[in-house]
T-cell receptor
């Protein structure tokens, strides 16, 4: 079972560059989300999607774009990277209903110089 | 709005001692509560969840948590710590009106020999 797959695992960018973090899940989950993890701040929601063609902003959406063209894929785009976006990014999908838990990918560590 | 607090960013226990990690939540609707564990350089893994059935919830690796509505708490316990329990632990809340999770800042557990 692949579950939630994120690529790349590590990336170094220069300020102003753009890039896309890929996320794919094979569990047919309608709900997918992106979080960033910073020391002492837990996980903060960037964007989420409740199904193909539907996306919405989370707590910290500025500087990030998402799209959801298929149930399986939910890429996160950094438009113009800034040092403040240095973080570990996690993609997660949720099983059906409000009681379902989140399933996480292994994370993508991004450094912006 | 929902929020989660975790008392103690770092907890140290001796091997074989009781583990107690604290979590308090704030929610205007009946909450669903979750504990996740994160080992170094890995994603988050579900330990256990409360979804309005039994108030005492048993999870993996010998952990359990008790939902106390009067105290708005969902503390995580394990009777006897093992070296392999050293990790970061996150408490999270989700509500019946939306699918997004809110995470606490995390507690790093160290287990001393």
């Amino acid at each position: 079972n692949a579950g939630v797959t994120q690529t790349p695992k590590f990336q170094v960018l220069k300020t102003g560059q753009s890039m896309t973090l890929q996320c794919a899940q094979d569990m047919n989950h309608e709900y997918m989300s992106w979080y960033r993890q910073d020391p002492g701040m837990g996980l903060r929601l960037i964007h989420y999607s409740v199904g193909a063609g539907i996306t919405d902003q989370g707590e910290v959406p500025n500087g990030y774009n998402v799209s959801r063209s298929t149930t399986e894929d939910f890429p996160l785009r950094l438009l113009s990277a800034a040092p403040s976006q240095t973080s570990v990014y996690f993609c997660a999908s949720r099983a059906g209903g409000y009681t379902g838990e989140l399933f996480f990918g292994e994370g993508s560590r991004l450094t912006v110089l | 709005a929902q929020s989660v607090t975790q008392l103690g960013s770092h907890v140290s226990v001796s091997e074989g001692a009781l583990v107690l990690l604290r979590c308090n939540y704030s929610s205007s609707v009946p909450p669903y509560l979750f504990w996740y564990v994160q080992y170094p350089n890995q994603g988050l893994q579900l330990l256990l969840k409360y979804t309005s059935a039994a108030t005492l919830v048993k999870g993996i690796n010998g952990f359990e948590a008790e939902f106390k509505k009067s105290e708005t708490s969902f503390h995580l316990t394990k009777p006897s710590a093992h070296m392999s329990d050293a990790a970061e632990y996150f408490c999270a809340v989700s509500g019946s009106y939306g699918q997004n999770f809110v995470f606490g800042p995390g507690t790093r557990l160290s287990v001393l020999p």
